[in-house]
Antibody, heavy 118, light 107 residues
Framework: EVQMVESGGGLIRPGGSLRLSCAAS????????MSWVRQAPGKGLEWVSL???????FYADSVKGRFAVSRDNSKNTLFLQMNSLRVEDTAVYFC????????????WGQGTLVTVSS | DIQMTQSPSTLSASVGDTVTITCRAS??????LAWYQQKPGRAPKLLIY???TLQSGVPSRFSGSGSGTEFTLTISSLQADDFATYHC?????????FGQGTKLESK
């Protein structure tokens, strides 16, 4: 069974850093397209970043230069390093996987809440 | 970037009704359109992809149509479990963008 569990969220001051993790089971993350998608409180969904099986990465303009996606294949875990956090980064962050088409999110984790506030 | 616009934002309906949600793209996306269902406090769930293909395990009362810039999600014979928020999403290229969501609530 495909399962993804996010962790690492919490309360952080503006300008701070946080690293989110997404531990996967039931499939191999290095063989899939892995994305982070976020949802601000009461708002819609926003794609944040994508890592290809070959390691190429892509980012939304809103986080480019501040966030970095990576993975540890030995632990089958995806990461999102978030630096220079802003109040507007407050959201639930989901990891999501796609098998055949990079942006078609077939499976999702349950999400982890990041709150950026002074 | 291509913008996705859903309507209505909120829809009130009763069990047994048939409802339709519309999603419009600011430029043509062929059929690179997905629909997701999301319940409060839960992750989104993929319902439909390629505009009209039902994801495995999704009930046949859900159907999708459209191509280019205009798409619809139809739910026939609404069940109590269908009250949720529905999101459309284009996935032809990144940045992948979503509609603002349509909340389907019980009348």
């Amino acid at each position: 069974e495909v399962q993804m569990v996010e962790s690492g969220g919490g309360l952080i001051r503006p300008g701070g850093s946080l690293r989110l993790s997404c531990a996967a089971s039931g499939f191999t993350i290095s063989s899939n397209y892995m994305s982070w998608v976020r949802q601000a409180p009461g708002k819609g969904l926003e794609w944040v970043s994508l890592i290809y099986s070959g390691g190429t990465t892509f980012y939304a303009d809103s986080v480019k230069g501040r966030f970095a996606v990576s993975r540890d294949n030995s632990k089958n875990t995806l990461f999102l390093q978030m630096n220079s956090l802003r109040v507007e980064d407050t959201a639930v962050y989901f990891c999501a996987t796609a098998k055949t088409v990079p942006g078609l999110f077939e499976n999702w984790g349950q999400g982890t809440l990041v709150t950026v506030s002074s | 970037d291509i913008q996705m616009t859903q309507s209505p934002s909120t829809l009130s309906a009763s069990v047994g009704d048939t409802v339709t949600i519309t999603c419009r793209a600011s430029q043509s996306i062929n059929t690179w359109l997905a629909w997701y269902q999301q319940k409060p406090g839960r992750a989104p769930k993929l319902l439909i992809y390629k505009a009209s293909t039902l994801q495995s395990g999704v009930p046949s009362r859900f159907s999708g149509s459209g191509s280019g810039t205009e798409f619809t999600l139809t739910i026939s014979s609404l069940q109590a479990d269908d009250f949720a928020t529905y999101h459309c999403q284009r996935y032809n290229n990144h940045p992948y963008t979503f509609g603002q969501g349509t909340k389907l609530e019980s009348k």
